[in-house]
């Protein structure tokens, strides 16, 4: 029988999370929610220095909105935990020690002096990108060029020490990426990386690669740009005896800036006042306010269905799709190799499908909360009706409020141009005559009004098309919107008689002659 399928989620609490984790996240959960696995959140907070306070909160926050849930991690516990990297220090230094004792990894007690050093040295050799390597470990000083003695005495001292790799020399470095297919690296490439900093603490490669271990992971899904980290981490499984229960890696392709030119960056958000974190984030040093998926409007589900096509497709023609219609068609191999363009107009086209496929009820509360910050009260049955009509026609539920104000507020101006055009000797006349039929129907409906109109029309032998816009204009103050009869049902007959006596007189000099 196959292994159970373990996935993680393994952020940096490095500040707010980019949109392409959250893609990471979501490849995650679907991939074990089809495979029946489970999927965890590991918080990877070794590197002090870039630890930003908030992080961790904003990170489950935004999960939690977009719907991907965990099994284990550092809100829900779990029987492999700590979760959290901090937390698991002691871990860490026992697989290094094994390292080195094993003569897989060794001391190394240079000065940031003696490292730049090296450097200038190989620089000025023509070496183009120097490193800490086969060749110039045996010039450092490390435990395999001091004596044993040495490095003990210098380590009782307290002097301060690193662990490092012991690269092998000249080997192919193979791995099988189920996106990529088989990656090869030769070990020249790649340098003696610290285990184990001064400090004590883990760097990101061994602390990953033990997790992952004991946490029994069996498919590593992750950003491109761990790519060139995985052989590495390929040698320490092979160390530290693991390489039977590896798990399998899947990198995940880039998300490119919408041009195609380059990795989406924050600026590239800025620049083109798009959302780039799922929810706002505020930068604690500056206090500056970035908003995010959520704050633009974008919906959930919507946010969802847009980033699995980030990288994904099913093969077929479909676009919409639910969470759990992903996580029935979701698959590695349908992971493009190449970089995905972000086109916000794309997340915008999703968010339209999504919020004209919610009932009136659903959308109210958006439009409760515009309300409630302008102060305006409605009834439940006006805002569900206002939403109903309304969301054909929006891309965000905020223009719930900004495109139908008129359903709420008396209109105390018209649009110039429509009364340029429009507002004429017939047009006045069919307003004044619609107002005074208007007064006497009981249950004004969109059908009623509809007849009631059509019929004083008639009445006056005025064709519709010539008056129907300076009707709309009366009442809205608008030359376009939704469906006319359904405003003044909603309105009601005392406001619509109200704005239409408005716009007579308002509008008064302004009569031109067709
Ligand atoms: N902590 C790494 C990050 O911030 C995790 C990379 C991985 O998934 O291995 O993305």
Same mark, same amino acid.
């Given at each position: 029988?196959?292994?159970?399928?373990?996935?993680?989620?393994?952020?940096?609490?490095?500040?707010?999370?980019?949109?392409?984790?959250?893609?990471?996240? &979501?490849?995650?959960?679907? $991939?074990?929610?089809?495979?029946?696995?489970?999927?965890?959140?590991?918080?990877?907070?070794?590197?002090?220095?870039?630890?930003?306070?908030?992080?961790?909160?904003?990170?489950?926050?935004? &999960?939690?909105?977009?719907?991907?849930?965990?099994? #284990?991690?550092?809100?829900?516990?779990?029987?492999?935990? +700590?979760?959290?990297?901090?937390? /698991?220090?002691?871990?860490?230094?026992?697989?290094?020690?094994?390292?080195?004792?094993?003569?897989?990894?060794?001391?190394? $007690?240079?000065?940031?002096?003696?490292?730049?050093?090296?450097?200038?040295?190989?620089?000025?050799? =023509?070496?183009?990108? +120097?490193?800490?390597?086969?060749?110039? =470990? %045996?010039?450092?000083?490390?435990?395999?060029?001091?004596?044993?003695?040495?490095?003990?005495?210098?380590?009782?001292?307290?002097?301060?020490?690193?662990? !490092?790799?012991?690269?092998?020399?000249?080997?192919?470095?193979?791995?099988?990426?189920?996106?990529?297919?088989?990656?090869?690296? @030769?070990?020249?490439?790649?340098?003696?990386?610290?285990?184990?900093?001064?400090?004590?603490?883990?760097?990101? @490669?061994?602390?990953?690669?033990?997790?992952?271990?004991?946490?029994?992971? %069996? @498919?590593?899904?992750?950003?491109?740009?761990?790519?060139?980290?995985?052989?590495?981490?390929?040698?320490?499984?092979?160390?530290?005896?693991?390489?039977?229960?590896?798990?399998?890696?899947?990198?995940? +392709?880039?998300?490119?800036?919408?041009?195609?030119?380059?990795?989406?960056?924050?600026?590239?958000?800025?620049?083109?006042?798009?959302?780039?974190?799922?929810?706002?984030?505020?930068?604690?040093?500056?206090?500056?306010?970035?908003?995010?998926?959520?704050? $633009?409007?974008? &919906?959930?589900?919507?946010?969802?269905?847009?980033?699995?096509?980030?990288?994904?497709?099913?093969?077929?023609?479909?676009?919409?799709?639910?969470?759990?219609?992903?996580?029935?068609?979701?698959?590695?191999? !349908?992971?493009?190799?190449?970089?995905?363009?972000?086109?916000?107009?794309?997340?915008?086209?999703?968010?339209?499908?999504?919020?004209?496929?919610?009932?009136?009820?659903?959308?109210?509360?958006?439009? /409760?909360?515009?309300?409630?910050?302008?102060?305006?009260?409605?009834?439940?049955?006006?805002?569900?009706?206002?939403? #109903?009509?309304?969301?054909?026609?929006?891309?965000?539920?905020?223009?719930?409020?900004?495109?139908?104000?008129?359903? $709420?507020?008396?209109?105390?101006?018209?649009?110039?141009?429509?009364?340029?055009?429009?507002?004429?000797?017939?047009?006045?006349?069919?307003?004044?005559?619609?107002?005074?039929?208007?007064?006497?129907?009981?249950? &004004?409906?969109?059908? %009623?009004?509809?007849?009631?109109? %059509?019929?004083?029309?008639?009445?006056?032998?005025?064709?519709?098309?010539?008056?129907?816009?300076?009707?709309?204009?009366?009442?809205?103050?608008?030359?376009?919107?939704?469906?006319?009869?359904?405003?003044?049902?909603?309105?009601?007959?005392?406001?619509?008689?109200?704005?239409?006596?408005?716009?007579?007189?308002?509008?008064?000099?302004?009569?031109?002659?067709?």
């Amino acid at each position: 029988m196959n292994k159970e399928v373990r996935v993680r989620f393994a952020p940096s609490p490095t500040g707010a999370l980019h949109i392409g984790g959250v893609r990471t996240a &979501l490849y995650n959960y679907l $991939f074990a929610r089809k495979s029946g696995g489970k999927m965890l959140l590991r918080i990877e907070d070794t590197d002090q220095t870039r630890y930003v306070p908030g992080t961790e909160e904003y990170i489950m926050e935004a &999960l939690d909105w977009l719907g991907i849930k965990m099994d #284990e991690g550092i809100k829900e516990g779990g029987e492999y935990g +700590p979760y959290r990297q901090s937390e /698991r220090k002691e871990h860490y230094r026992q697989y290094a020690e094994k390292l080195v004792e094993e003569g897989n990894a060794y001391y190394a $007690f240079d000065t940031p002096e003696e490292l730049d050093a090296m450097r200038e040295r190989l620089k000025a050799a =023509r070496v183009d990108q +120097p490193q800490y390597n086969a060749i110039t =470990r %045996t010039t450092m000083k490390n435990s395999l060029t001091l004596s044993a003695e040495e490095v003990k005495q210098r380590i009782d001292s307290g002097e301060p020490y690193v662990i !490092r790799l012991k690269v092998p020399k000249k080997e192919e470095v193979r791995l099988n990426d189920m996106v990529r297919g088989w990656v090869m690296v @030769h070990s020249t490439a790649i340098d003696d990386k610290i285990l184990m900093k001064s400090d004590g603490m883990p760097t990101y @490669h061994l602390a990953n690669v033990v997790d992952d271990h004991m946490m029994g992971i %069996t @498919h590593v899904i992750r950003g491109e740009e761990w790519l060139p980290s995985a052989p590495l981490h390929v040698l320490l499984y092979r160390f530290l005896g693991w390489e039977d229960s590896m798990p399998q890696f899947a990198h995940l +392709p880039l998300i490119l800036k919408p041009d195609g030119n380059g990795k989406l960056s924050k600026r590239d958000a800025e620049k083109h006042g798009f959302p780039i974190f799922p929810l706002e984030w505020t930068e604690p040093e500056t206090g500056e306010k970035v908003e995010g998926f959520r704050e $633009f409007g974008f &919906l959930p589900e919507a946010s969802i269905n847009f980033l699995a096509f980030l990288g994904w497709n099913p093969g077929t023609e479909q676009e919409i799709f639910s969470m759990d219609e992903l996580i029935e068609a979701f698959s590695i191999e !349908r992971i493009g190799k190449s970089g995905t363009k972000f086109d916000i107009d794309k997340a915008k086209w999703y968010n339209e499908q999504y919020i004209k496929t919610k009932s009136g009820e659903q959308l109210a509360g958006y439009l /409760r909360e515009s309300l409630n910050q302008e102060g305006i009260e409605a009834s439940d049955e006006r805002i569900i009706r206002v939403c #109903e009509i309304m969301k054909e026609r929006v891309t965000f539920p905020g223009q719930f409020w900004t495109d139908a104000k008129f359903l $709420f507020v008396t209109p105390d101006s018209y649009d110039e141009k429509v009364v340029k055009k429009k507002w004429t000797d017939e047009a006045v006349l069919a307003l004044t005559e619609y107002k005074k039929a208007l007064a006497d129907v009981d249950n &004004l409906t969109p059908e %009623t009004a509809k007849s009631v109109l %059509t019929e004083t029309l008639e009445k006056n032998n005025i064709k519709m098309g010539r008056v129907m816009q300076a009707v709309r204009l009366a009442i809205t103050g608008k030359g376009a919107g939704p469906d006319l009869m359904d405003i003044i049902s909603i309105l009601g007959k005392d406001e619509v008689i109200l704005r239409i006596d408005n716009a007579l007189s308002k509008l008064e000099g302004q009569v031109i002659s067709k």
